[in-house]
């Protein structure tokens, strides 16, 4: 069964929805448009409500206005996804004030909507219009800008931040992303339900496997397919590494960022360690591709578990070394402590989640909440603070890996007997099928719609960037310039994942 | 305080792995690692300086450059090193299917290097569009809009391919051939 039942409104139930879950103090999940084949336009939206978990529901847009009621004013993170909804299907939300194109900077030729159904998606514009991005500007005695990206010092993804600053002090910063669109959407359109998991593995790199999972969670639920519970520990205890390898990663560059390069090294060289055994026992150092419909190709042995069993070990003791150094370190804690500060109001204003929410009161955890095998049989406890400022997102991550460590031991300990695979049958209808999985940087969200020969129709990949990357732009404010790439790195959200 | 950090260093020890990668079978040869360092000095007569450049990439070719890094790879050991501005570069890396929304600044960055320049394309996006192809989005293989020297393949290449594609590309572009 799908986790989410999608429920047809009308205008009016569009907004009652929204409003219903605004005041259970629900956040929204994502929105996305859809051409059908009887070329009407449908917008989704889903809802994550702490009480009942995700509902969803459908409009189908009619009459000559060809919009649907704006949903900005009551979830800020609205007004991006609306945006991309226009750039990418040429319908828009009703009352919103913010019209300009987010993912769309004029490169694809002027009304070019990828998404429409008469589009195939590989028409080439030879017009490419003047990017005249109009920034809010801040005046006043000694204001001035900073503009940063989309090519950045260091091996990072592409964007643009325009700061306004008074001296050191920043005032403002608007974030313009979009850079990395490389038409996942519409390409998707091209693949078999069953191959679109390789495409959704790559959308963001460094978070394939919770991409996959998601895909694959969605496609599964829409065919109905039964997975083996050896299958779906497999997968959790993948995708618990892959937690981890980015958790070191992140805090040994935030180390790094503050200019403690010890961090970097000793890090870099714990997650080295852990990408070489997923490579040997995953068959890539990412594990992408590892997730399938239907399963997980790869299995493992008794030599395998051994071997992951000692490297969680040989992991726990050094990171708990390397907290200890981090804690006691006063440079280091001196930077941390009070930068990027995003508070629970606000964060949850904003509709903020994953570790990046947790780390600023927000107790929402996939794994926690509303857990599926194998995590319901893990009592997987949720990391967070209140504090949310670097220091916060750093212990956050701290204690992650140490949860992420007990958990792979705990599966690899009930991991049961059965088939890594089993077929999937492609029923003959239309169908739908939602996924969510709690990737390191928070919920991965999928929505698939399969026509009734199997093949991809639309397919929703949905970033936890997209509630994050907004907060990150409050967090800076009253910081000074120096400190941004700590803070932007205490998030690492994701370019590509966002702008697909 | 500090006497843990050093502790810490002193029990990780030297790990960089130039002598086990000549010993083990690895993509690299045993020569061709070793004389990695030479050869960037006697073809550049100086260390080597990247500026890269992500059009359009999932993430997942910067996650290997950046392990290039650490400390078994030990790049800027060897004399090769990512820089900030393209002024300083000697070699431009590419990554991703290129994304329309980054041509123009991928652009600007290869005019802004000094000549003689180097452009590697890094990961089958870069190198022939990959898994996203040429759409209304991509362009594809970077070859497409800009004279490419050097190709490293994979999805994404692991840090020895990646470092053995550099070699690869600076004797190439610097010596004589037969």
């Known amino acids: 069964m799908s986790i989410v039942i999608l429920q047809s409104v009308d205008e009016q139930g569009w907004l009652d929805r929204a409003l219903e879950i605004a005041e259970a103090h629900g956040r929204l999940v994502t929105l996305w448009g859809r051409n059908t084949e009887s070329d009407a336009y449908e917008v989704y939206a889903v809802y994550f409500d702490p009480s009942r978990g995700l509902s969803g529901v459908l409009f189908t847009l009619s009459g000559e206005r060809n919009t649907y009621p704006d949903l900005s004013e009551l979830f800020p993170a609205a007004d991006r996804m609306q945006r991309t909804i226009w750039d990418l299907l040429g319908i828009a939300a009703f009352g919103s004030s913010d019209s300009r194109r987010w993912l769309d900077h004029g490169s694809w030729g002027r009304n070019y909507y990828p998404l429409r159904k008469s589009n195939s998606g590989l028409e080439v514009s030879q017009v490419i219009e003047t990017d005249d991005y109009s920034f809010v500007e801040v005046s006043g005695d000694g204001v001035h800008e900073i503009a940063v990206g989309p090519v950045h010092a260091g091996i990072i993804e592409p964007g643009h931040f325009r700061f306004s600053v008074v001296g050191e002090k920043i005032l403002r910063l608007e974030e313009r992303l979009g850079y990395t669109h490389k038409g996942v959407d519409k390409a998707f359109e091209k693949y078999h339900g069953i191959d679109g998991v390789q495409l959704a593995g790559r959308i963001s790199g460094d978070s394939t496997l919770a991409y996959a999972w998601s895909y694959c969670m969605a496609v599964e639920a829409a065919w109905k397919c039964e997975i083996s519970y050896r299958a779906l520990s497999l997968r959790a205890l993948m995708l618990e590494r892959e937690r981890i390898a980015n958790h070191l990663g992140d805090l040994g560059a935030i180390g790094n960022d503050a200019g403690f390069a010890f961090g970097l090294t000793q890090f870099m060289l714990l997650k080295e360690q852990w990408l070489r055994l997923n490579k040997e026992l995953f068959g890539h150092r990412f594990m992408m591709d590892a997730v399938v419909v239907g399963g997980v190709a790869y299995d493992i042995d008794t030599i395998g578990i051994s071997k992951l069993r000692a490297q969680c070990e040989k992991i726990r003791e050094e990171v708990s070394t390397l ?78 890996i140490l949860e992420s460590l007990r958990l792979i031991t705990e599966i690899l300990v009930k991991l049961p007997e059965g088939p890594n695979y089993s077929s999937c049958k492609v029923p003959e209808q239309s169908t739908f099928g939602a996924g969510w999985v709690e990737g390191w940087r928070g919920g991965i969200f999928a929505g698939i719609h399969l026509d009734k020969t199997g093949m991809v129709d639309r397919a929703h990949m949905h970033d936890p960037s997209w509630q994050n990357w907004p907060a990150l732009e409050y967090a800076v404010i009253g910081d000074i310039v120096p400190d941004f790439p700590l803070i932007n790195k205490s998030f690492n959200l994701s370019y590509s994942g966002h702008d697909r | 305080m500090m006497w843990e950090t050093w502790r810490q260093i002193r029990r990780t020890g030297i790990i960089s792995e130039k002598p086990a990668v000549a010993q083990e079978s690895s993509p690299l040869g045993d020569t061709q690692y070793n004389d990695i360092q030479d050869k960037i000095l006697k073809v550049l007569g100086r260390a080597l300086t990247i500026r890269l450049v992500d059009a359009g990439s999932c993430n997942g070719c910067e996650l290997e450059l950046n392990a290039l890094g650490n400390a078994y790879y030990n790049l800027e050991g060897l004399g090769i090193k990512f820089v900030a501005s393209p002024r300083h570069a000697d070699m431009l890396m590419l990554t991703g299917p290129i994304s329309r929304n980054m041509l123009a600044a991928m652009l600007i960055t290869h005019d802004a290097m000094p000549d003689p320049k180097l452009v590697v394309a890094v990961g089958d996006c870069a190198v022939n569009g990959g898994i996203f192809g040429e759409s209304y989005a991509t362009i594809g293989a970077a070859s497409n809009v800009i004279k490419v020297d050097f190709n490293i393949r994979g999805c994404p290449p692991e840090p020895l391919v990646i470092l053995q594609g550099i070699l690869s590309a600076v004797r190439y572009r610097f010596e004589p051939r037969p």
């Not at chain 1, 996939?366 to 949720?382: A, D, E, T």
Request: charged share 20%; no cysteine.
């Open chain 1, 323 to 400: 907290r200890g150094i981090y804690d006691d370190h006063a440079g280091l804690q001196d930077r941390f402590l009070t930068t990027g500060h995003v508070s629970t109001e606000v964060a949850t204003r904003l509709g903020m989640t994953g570790l990046a929410g947790r780390a600023s009161g927000i107790s929402e955890d996939g794994r926690v909440n509303f857990p599926s095998y194998p995590y319901s049989n893990l009592q997987v406890n949720i990391s967070g603070t209140e504090s949310g400022d670097v220091a916060a997102r750093v212990s956050v991550r701290f204690d992650e």
